[in-house]
């Protein structure tokens, strides 16, 4: 079945240090691929997502390219904030009749002054 | 303008309980799920329903009964609350089966005591 595999945390970075997030998937077919971001204490929120092969998702300086060689989706920024301390979800939809979200475990990140 | 919203925010209640969260979107999705995150951040589906219809029932116990009146509204009832049904549950929406993004609420913490 398909699934979701991103790097455990957490994660522990210094302001304006380079993030990297790694998530690779199992799927058949052609599926999207998303990262939500989770801060504390709220519901989730989409940050960005790529639908096929080779496109880059970006957003709010956060970006991913969708590998299918790889079957990689891995989330980068190249300068981090405190503001962007939370949790990372990559996550996966193949689409179809019974299609649905799946997550991988989430990411904790912390940001440190 | 809160797209997807669901009540309440918070509910502890006593073992054995009966207690409902209500769900209503109002972005005109005609899927909507229901995923529960446990203490480990981690989110699982437990229910989806497309137009009215229920889709993905996952290997939920059967005293959690999702209800959907109409496309813009799912809820979720959980009869007799055992304390391992503390959790944060999440309603979602997204529209058609094809590979888009899911829109979340802001989650109800549920706390069985």
């Known amino acids: 079945g398909n699934s979701v595999t991103q790097m455990e945390g957490p994660v522990t970075l210094s302001e304006e240090a380079f993030l990297t997030i790694n998530c690779t998937y199992t799927a058949t077919g052609y599926p999207s691929l998303f990262w939500y971001v989770q801060y504390p204490g709220e519901g989730l929120q989409l940050l960005l997502k790529?639908?096929?092969?080779?496109d880059k998702g970006s957003n709010k300086g956060f970006e991913a390219t969708y590998r299918k060689e790889t079957t990689s989706f891995h989330l980068e920024k190249g300068s981090v904030q405190v503001s962007d301390s939370a949790v990372y979800f990559c996550a996966l939809r193949s689409g179809g009749a019974t299609n649905k979200l799946i997550f991988g475990t989430g990411t904790l990140l912390a940001v440190q002054p | 303008d809160t797209a997807v919203s669901q009540t309440p925010k918070y509910l502890v209640t006593q073992m054995g309980n009966d207690k409902s969260i209500k769900c209503e979107q109002n972005?005109?999705?005609?899927?909507m799920y229901w995923y529960k995150q446990d203490s480990k951040k981690f989110l699982k589906i437990m229910f989806s329903y497309n137009n009215k219809e229920l889709i993905i029932n996952e290997t939920v116990p059967n005293r959690f009964s999702p209800k959907s009146p109409d496309k813009a509204h799912l809820n979720l009832h959980i009869n007799s609350l055992e304390l391992g049904d503390s959790a944060v549950y999440f309603c979602a929406s997204s529209q058609g089966e094809g590979n888009t993004e899911a829109f979340f609420g802001q989650g109800t913490r549920l706390t069985v005591v």
């Open positions: 972005l005109g999705h005609d899927t």
């Open positions: 790529a639908t096929k092969a080779d």
